[in-house]
């Protein structure tokens, strides 16, 4: 499997912008999804996740400003993200949620950058 994360970018604090990962492998289907992220000097978190039939669950810090969705037609996981401030600021991966079968902590994609900054 091969995660293809796309969208980041540098946005000012307050902005807004929706990452895209392109999941390869027909798994994905059945998987629960997770968005995580990786700031500066500081471990891997996780954002949220999203089940295949959509039911999503986030971690308190990220509740009222993320939204996670997926289309399992285009094998593809989404994050949207308002609000954003500068501690927002991190690499943002997608994989398998934690809890999963398919979960393997030693595959990722080289994740795509967000940058909040004025």
């Known amino acids: 499997v091969q995660f293809e994360e796309s969208g980041g970018g540098l946005v000012q604090p307050g902005g807004s912008l929706t990452l895209s990962c392109l999941v390869t492998?027909?798994?994905?289907?059945?998987?629960?999804m997770a968005w995580y992220r990786q700031a500066p000097g500081k471990q891997r978190e996780l954002v949220g996740t999203?089940?295949?039939?959509?039911?999503?669950t986030y971690e308190d810090s990220m509740a009222d400003r993320f939204t996670i969705s997926r289309d399992n037609a285009k094998n593809s996981v989404y994050l949207k993200m308002n609000s954003l401030k500068p501690e927002d600021t991190a690499v943002y991966y997608c994989?398998?949620?934690?809890?999963?079968?398919?979960?393997?902590?030693?595959?990722w994609g080289q994740g795509t950058r967000v940058t909040v900054s004025s």
């Open positions: 994989n398998f949620a934690p809890h999963s079968s398919y979960y393997r902590a030693d595959v």
């Open positions: 492998d027909g798994i994905f289907k059945i998987g629960t």
């Open positions: 999203v089940r295949n039939n959509g039911v999503t």
